[in-house]
T-cell receptor, first 110, second 116 residues
Framework: AQSVTQPDIHITVSEGASLELRCNYS??????LFWYVQSPGQGLQLLLK??????LVQGIKGFEAEFKRSQSSFNLRKPSVHWSDAAEYFC????????FGAGTTVTVRA | KAGVTQTPRYLIKTRGQQVTLSCSPI?????VSWYQQTPGQGLQFLFE???????NKGNFPGRFSGRQFSNSRSEMNVSTLELGDSALYLC???????????????FGPGTRLTVL
């Protein structure tokens, strides 16, 4: 079955510092991969998605992700974190339904 | 354009009761999917409805059921509630173009169900 793994449960980063969230996928073919963000009390918002083509994907809110087939990874990055980026982030793979990773909680310290 | 709406936003029930949650998709969207989010199991797919028919189903017991109406609004029902059913239930809608493998899903804010 298709699945994604997020190795980091919680990450703390200083405001203005860079952020990288890890995601590893298990899928036989080229996966449809996504990053979602969830703020407290909110639903899920799509940050970016990868289907094929350019392996560096730009998303909303200044986020980007890089698809690396050789490492089965789809890591999310942001060069400079803002306090409003504190949230839970989910990596997901699509195979007629979304299968999510366990999520990574990001805390931003002043 | 209005987003996905879910009602009620919060619900408290006791064990053994049943509950019905409602989801109104974005106007024009024909597919509605339901997900359960718990601290222990994370986000899990429940089922998807398209044109009033269940198209895909996750690995949940038969106590979890759903339906979709002709206006694409969807309801999910949980019968004989258990403590473990306490969760955030998220609904997502998509356009679901004919023949398209993937259609972007837009999520609602969820219904927080607490079972006492």
């Amino acid at each position: 079955a298709q699945s994604v793994t997020q190795p980091d449960i919680h990450i703390t980063v200083s405001e203005g510092a860079s952020l990288e969230l890890r995601c590893n996928y298990s899928y036989g073919a080229t996966p449809y991969l996504f990053w979602y963000v969830q703020s407290p009390g909110q639903g899920l918002q799509l940050l970016l998605k990868y289907f094929s083509g350019d392996t560096l994907v730009q998303g909303i809110k200044g986020f980007e992700a890089e698809f690396k087939r050789s490492q089965s990874s789809f890591n999310l990055r942001k060069p400079s974190v803002h306090w409003s980026d504190a949230a839970e982030y989910f990596c997901a793979v699509y195979d007629y339904k979304l299968s999510f990773g366990a999520g990574t909680t990001v805390t931003v310290r002043a | 354009k209005a987003g996905v709406t879910q009602t009620p936003r919060y619900l408290i029930k006791t064990r053994g009761q049943q509950v019905t949650l409602s989801c109104s998709p974005i106007s024009g969207h024909r597919s509605v999917s339901w997900y359960q989010q718990t601290p222990g199991q994370g986000l899990q797919f429940l089922f998807e409805y398209f044109s009033e028919t269940q198209r895909n189903k996750g690995n949940f017991p038969g106590r979890f059921s759903g339906r979709q109406f002709s206006n694409s609004r969807s309801e999910m029902n949980v019968s004989t509630l258990e403590l473990g059913d306490s969760a955030l239930y998220l609904c997502a809608s998509s356009l679901s173009f004919r023949g398209a493998y993937y259609n972007e899903q837009f999520f609602g804010p969820g219904t927080r169900l607490t079972v006492l």
